[in-house]
């Protein structure tokens, strides 16, 4: 399977992080992971790498204390690179309010992944999104 570039993983919750971190490098489906515990940080990571580094896919939690998964999106979408980004973005989900799902149209984000990530999640949006497979 060829590799996807790069992802970033925006999620504040630490242990999910790290077990995310491991099954990625389990399944091999990228050299460069990138995890970022806050919305904030992400943003201000994506706004100084993005054109050198934008990510293939960025997998982003709804709910994180000061800067939420949605607002994260809403000062995404302002950034000049932006426009123009190949970057598939999935939120990361437990529950969502009615009123972010009436939102996510006008949001540019792919679609919804329930935690937890697992492989068979994985394999999807792989298949889903970049056309590719895992190996066996």
Request: net charge negative; glycine share 4%; no cysteine.
């Amino acid at each position: 399977m060829e590799k996807l570039s790069s992802v970033l993983l925006v999620d504040d919750d630490t242990t999910n992080n790290f077990l995310n971190e491991l099954l990625f490098q389990q399944l091999g489906v990228t050299d460069q992971l990138t995890t970022m515990e806050n919305a904030a940080q992400a943003l201000e990571w994506l706004e100084q790498t993005a054109e050198s580094q934008e990510p293939a896919l960025l997998l982003l939690d709804v709910n994180m204390p000061g800067m939420s998964g949605i607002e994260f999106l809403e000062a995404y979408q302002r950034l000049p690179h932006a426009q123009g980004a190949k970057t598939v973005i999935l939120l990361l989900t437990t529950t969502l309010d009615a009123r972010d799902l009436s939102r996510l149209d006008e949001l540019g984000i792919a679609g919804l992944v329930s935690k937890p990530l697992t492989k068979e999640k994985i394999s999807d949006i792989l298949q889903l999104h970049f056309q590719r497979t895992l190996p066996a």
